[in-house]
């Protein structure tokens, strides 16, 4: 792990996973799986293809109902709660296909997930001028993220890792106070790298962050705790200098040249 990634104080627990399992047609996805996200933490998820991470994800934002378990969300038990009422008590993913609007623009983008946080549910249909005020915020996020000078360009119109900070930049407008990030690498040049990583280090000093990503030495450089998952069960927890020297993940993932 980086020297420069001090695991937080706080002993809050943000999200507890208890004995968590889910199958598919008899085939168990995830096995008896318990996972605690503590409060202003980054915390990866990793693991060889098919270790179940993604499902974990679907478990945790409720897109999957876990077949045995239990789910805890601020000390609130969230595991029959339907996944649109965990994303408003602060559970918010990102994708690992970026998932913007690409004819919109990127203030389009912000402004709409912005909406979302309304409770008048007919909001979204009124007049562009009546949605003008909540331009300042949008621009804010936007500035935020680094993309202050893309407001008025369509989505699609955005390089491939600008369109990856814009939708962070949708999540945070939904004011997430735990924010899943599903490889947010993923597809992305040593510049959109580094662009992503810097931005995650800024918007995890004010939230938790749970993030499946391939990518090692990212892993290293943010995570303050690291889960290692193989066939849907936890292989090992820790810090990443821990992690390295553990010779049941070096067999199972990071290959014997991280030995």
């Known amino acids: 792990m980086s020297a420069s990634v001090q695991t937080p104080s706080s002993g809050d627990v943000t999200l507890r996973m208890e004995n968590l399992s889910k199958n598919f047609r008899g ?30 994800f679907n478990l945790a934002t409720k897109f999957l109902q876990p077949s045995g378990g239990r789910i805890y969300f601020n000390g609130r038990d969230i595991t029959d709660t339907p996944p649109e009422a965990v994303a408003r008590m602060g559970m ?23 909406q979302r946080n309304r409770n008048d549910s007919f909001y979204f249909w009124r007049s562009d001028k009546a949605l003008r005020n909540m331009d300042s915020r949008a621009r804010e996020l936007l500035a935020d993220v680094g993309l202050e000078g893309f ?18 930049a949708t999540t945070l407008a939904l004011d997430p106070e735990l924010l899943l990030l599903d490889e947010p690498m993923s597809g992305l040049g040593q510049e959109g790298v580094i662009r992503i990583t810097e931005l995650i280090k800024r918007v995890a000093a004010s939230r938790s962050v749970l993030m499946v990503e391939h990518n090692l030495s990212v892993v290293a450089d943010l995570s303050h705790r690291i889960t290692v998952l193989a066939r849907g ?7 990443y200098a821990e992690l390295v020297k553990n010779p049941a993940v070096i067999e199972a993932y990071l290959g014997s040249d991280h030995g």
């Open 151 to 168: 407001a008025d360009k369509k989505a699609i119109e955005l390089p491939y890792g600008h369109r990856r900070v814009l939708e962070i």
């Open 27 to 56: 085939f168990a996805a995830v096995k008896n799986l318990t996972l605690e996200i503590y409060r202003g933490s980054i915390h990866a998820l990793i693991g060889p293809n098919g270790a179940g991470k993604t499902t974990v």
């Open 233 to 239: 069960e936890v292989l090992a927890d820790g810090t």
């Open 92 to 114: 918010v993913r990102s994708f690992q296909i970026s998932a913007v609007f690409g004819q919109l623009t990127a203030l389009e983008n912000v402004r709409m997930a912005l």
